[in-house]
């Protein structure tokens, strides 16, 4: 095999201990409490830089597993999963593995939270009983709600946190400033939810300071962070064509990074973390996950 290309002729060598084209190597070292990774795993820039050429896709999530413990599953958000599909995941990834997976748009932002809507409430339904195949491995369930969703909600936010187990983890991203306050906060924590920690909330247009006690609020037993990027300058405008390609380095968040891998830190000394990467964070998401584990770990 050379240059990271699979040896499709049945060589000894298995492909998923392929070496990666881009050169990054298998995690070796992780805090015991920390599940980190990436949105998704199965995107296509990735072919044959990340994962190595010929790689199977459906072998990908197994080739992913190598360097990552954790994966926020972004599909879910678009359909839900088969339990087939789920069950799938949950044996083809190693035991110290976490699945966060976003809950249905149809729900939080076709419906708007509201579970009398047919729907969302059929999709909200097998959703939940599907997600119950990962077993162990489902870390914890993510309700990224819409940027037009206000604290008006609220009640149909707390029903549809009562209809998940409550066993379940739960981590909520508010995208209104709305809900920057205490009341939401005291319920999050009652319900031992994560409020989530996303890297827009600084962004200066939304005047949130990093020391904001609402939108920086430490609700649940577990923390729950999100690193997106600016996701506007995503595609270009008129066109709606993609501006990038990942698979390296494109945007300078050095010290963003730093503060938030600091972040991460204090979390460590307390709970468990959830930490996800969106590649139009820095344009090569594995990078920043390399990085934050890195720097977590020496």
Not at 19 to 37: H, I, Q
Not at 175 to 193: K, Y
Request: hydrophobic share 35%.
């Amino acid at each position: 095999m050379t240059g990271g290309q699979l040896d499709i002729f049945g060589g000894p060598e298995d492909p998923l201990d392929a070496p990666s084209p881009c050169g990054l190597e298998p995690y070796r070292e992780n805090p015991s409490n920390l599940w980190l990774g990436t949105c998704s795993w199965n995107h296509a820039d990735w072919d044959g830089h990340f994962y190595p050429a010929g790689l199977p896709k459906t072998k990908q999530l197994r080739y992913y597993a190598r360097f990552c413990n954790a994966v926020e599953v972004d599909s879910s958000f678009y359909r839900v999963p088969a339990r087939s599909t789920l069950e799938r995941w949950r044996d083809e990834t190693p035991e110290d593995f976490m699945f966060a997976l976003k809950a249905p748009r149809t729900l939080t932002h076709d419906a708007n939270l509201i579970l009398d809507d047919s729907t969302a409430r059929a999709d909200w339904t097998s959703f939940i009983e599907n997600i119950a195949a990962l077993g162990e491995k489902l870390g914890a369930v993510l309700l990224q709600l819409g940027p037009r969703t206000t604290i008006l909600q609220f009640d149909h936010l707390r029903a549809v946190a009562d209809s998940l187990p409550l066993e379940t983890r739960l981590a909520v991203e508010f995208r209104h400033p709305s809900w920057h306050h205490a009341q939401v906060n005291g319920w999050l924590a009652e319900r031992g939810a994560s409020r989530v920690w996303a890297d827009h909330y600084l962004d200066p247009e939304r005047h949130v300071s990093e020391n904001d006690r609402h939108a920086f609020a430490e609700t649940g037993s577990f923390r729950f962070i999100r690193l997106l990027g600016d996701t506007s300058k995503k595609y270009e405008k008129g066109t709606g064509e993609r501006r990038f390609r990942y698979g390296e380095v494109l945007f300078d968040r050095t010290e963003d990074r730093g503060n938030w891998i600091d972040r991460i830190r204090d979390q460590l000394s307390s709970r468990e973390v959830f930490a996800f990467i969106n590649n139009h964070y820095e344009g090569f998401s594995l990078f920043t996950a390399r990085e934050i584990r890195r720097t977590l770990t020496t």
